[in-house]
């Protein structure tokens, strides 16, 4: 998974060529190809997550004498 948006940034020193390496590394096509590769964990944790309220609120009640989800 390469999450790293830059290629290889070679002799960078001071913030004027951090940032000049910035703006010609990062492209929409890349960023966008980074967030591609993280929406399906995204999705698959706001499931898990989903899921876990509901097994928790169920098995509160359950443990009351109560069934309510």
Avoid: C, D, H, W
Avoid at 16 to 38: C, D, H, M, R, Y
């Amino acid at each position: 998974m390469g999450l790293f948006l830059l290629g290889e940034v070679t002799g960078t020193t001071g913030m004027t060529n951090i940032i000049e390496q910035l703006k010609a590394g990062i492209t929409s096509a890349g960023l966008f190809g980074t967030v591609a590769e993280i929406i399906p964990f995204v999705i698959v944790m706001i499931g898990f997550a989903f899921g876990y309220k509901v097994l928790r609120k169920a098995v509160k009640g359950a443990s009351k004498g109560k069934a309510n989800i």
